[in-house]
């Protein structure tokens, strides 16, 4: 009875889907010269030929609208009613950037009006020949909060639309659990190696190394502070850290509401192996953050701010110092080399001088094939996030020309970057939508050194991001899922008495 059940659903499905109706382009359609409003924008962008359907809304008018994608041998078509929804088949979508790799794609918008078809004009969305790595993970927080809960580290297949757990904190409200999470890092985009910091309750620093989770606590008396921001060595269990002061105040009235300041920041290097952590650079008047590995880990970037009132004060009164210049601090952009033999870094060498241009930097990310240094340049501070000034520059590591990424930037923040492994893409936090919620923004770069139009993460339901009330955070796109479940990581981080202590190496 069970097996005759079970074929009766299997009938039932099948009569479903040879029922649903065949979207048809619709004829006689008459052409007007009225300009596609479609949310969000995905009008002229470049995409990867493996990315999810770009689902999108329109918001021209009509009582049912048609829209119909032309390519070489292949053609797709969703429809909608009055709510103006878009979606696309997800295997049709599929087959047909399969088909159009490198070639071009034409896009028509047909509305229905007072029962007569009319078109619009049509745009385009380019096929790149060149993949994108298919997981991106991302925090979700609240784009300012006070209490350490319902926030989390998630991984997306961007290949679907299919969103997991790596880990989330407490859902309410408790005193005794309360904790964040922040600083997900992996090495050379795999995610063997991963690691992640738990702040105030149940405070460490998470590793993984290859299956094994361990909680270590990495405060120790000879460096600064806690580590905070973190890069792996590409090859080797090696990890170079800033270790910053941070404060944040918040502001009255102006429409970056947040400031995040360091008034204090170094450099340090972690064995993982051994468990070993040495300063690389302890400086009393300058604040070095945000360091980044070279691919071929024999050199490291990173920021630098010089505080010359900070030699002859007390450090008490540092941070007294910072909230009173804060909008006139400038982050430069260094580098060392690194001989991986001995341990030792050479003496800071100028990358980029943005304080001449009355600019400051944060985040330098080099691309995978080694040619070009991502970073991003606001008005001062680093923490650009919060700064609608912010937006994505490059230096040509080859040429030394250093200029802004017009085409992928926009008039709102866009910050935090991550580059994919063939350096032909990279994904930024922006916020140029509202200018108050971060999303994930996709951007083509060009063996020509420039980039392309950039695009917001495709979502299912395409009126997503406006209904959302969190911000994507710190992206980072990588080839494989985390394989450690959530249940694994809050077993290792509520487990206080097994966690580790880093210990100092002069």
Request: aromatic residues 14%; negative net charge.
């Amino acid at each position: 009875m069970k097996r005759y059940t079970f074929y009766l659903y299997i009938v039932a499905a099948v009569l479903c889907i040879s029922c649903k109706p065949e979207v048809k382009v619709p004829e006689g359609a008459r052409a007007v010269e009225e300009t596609a409003v479609i949310y969000p924008d995905y009008r002229d962008v470049t995409i990867p030929p493996n990315i999810a359907p770009l689902n999108f809304l329109t918001e021209n008018a009509g009582d049912a609208f048609v829209a119909a994608i032309e390519g070489q041998g292949e053609s797709l078509v969703a429809a909608a009613g009055s709510d103006g929804k878009l979606q696309f088949d997800a295997v049709a979508w599929t087959a047909l950037l399969s088909a159009n790799k490198g070639q071009r794609l034409t896009v028509t918008l047909y509305a229905k009006r007072d029962g007569e078809w009319v078109s619009l004009p049509a745009w385009h969305l380019d096929v790149a020949q060149e993949p994108i790595d298919r997981y991106l993970s991302y925090r979700l927080i609240e784009p300012s909060y006070e209490l350490y809960r319902q926030l989390g580290l998630y991984q997306r297949d961007l290949e679907s639309f299919d969103e997991f757990v790596i880990y989330e904190n407490n859902r309410s409200y408790e005193e005794e659990h309360n904790h964040c999470i922040n600083c997900h890092n992996y090495q050379g985009y795999d995610t063997r190696r991963m690691l992640f910091h738990v702040r105030a309750n149940h405070g460490g620093t998470i590793f993984v190394d290859n299956g094994k989770v361990r909680k270590m606590n990495m405060k120790v008396d000879s460096v600064l502070s806690n580590c905070v921001y973190p890069t792996w060595h590409p090859s080797q269990p090696w990890v170079v850290f800033s270790s910053n002061l941070t404060g944040q105040a918040f502001q009255m009235q102006h429409k970056d509401k947040i400031e995040v300041v360091d008034y204090g920041s170094d450099l340090v290097f972690f064995d993982v192996e051994h468990n070993t952590l040495t300063n690389i650079l302890k400086t009393r008047t300058d604040m070095e953050t945000f360091p980044c590995w070279s691919p071929d880990g024999r050199k490291l970037f990173y920021c630098s701010a010089h505080m010359p009132r900070f030699e002859n004060t007390p450090d008490s009164v540092h941070a007294d110092i910072v909230l009173a210049s804060y909008d006139s601090i400038r982050y430069n952009i260094y580098s060392m080399d690194f001989d991986p033999q001995t341990h030792r870094f050479s003496q800071p060498r100028l990358e980029v001088r943005c304080d001449s241009m009355g600019l400051s930097a944060t985040v330098p990310r080099v691309s995978p094939d080694g040619k070009y240094l991502l970073f991003t340049l606001g008005q001062f501070g680093q923490f650009h996030i919060w700064h609608s000034s912010s937006d994505q520059w490059v230096k040509n590591l080859e040429t030394g020309d250093i200029y802004p990424l017009t085409e992928s930037n926009s008039p709102e923040q866009d910050s935090y970057h991550t580059w994919s492994s063939n350096a032909r893409w990279f994904v930024f936090s922006s916020r140029r939508e509202d200018g108050n919620f971060t999303r994930p923004a996709i951007a083509y770069f060009g063996p020509d050194g420039k980039a392309r139009k950039a695009f917001i993460l495709p979502q299912q339901d395409p009126e997503y991001h406006r209904l959302f009330f969190k911000s994507y955070n710190v992206p980072e796109l990588t080839r494989s899922r985390v394989s450690v479940s959530p249940e694994q990581f809050r077993q290792v981080i509520y487990d206080d008495e097994a966690t580790g202590q880093a210990v100092y190496k002069p």
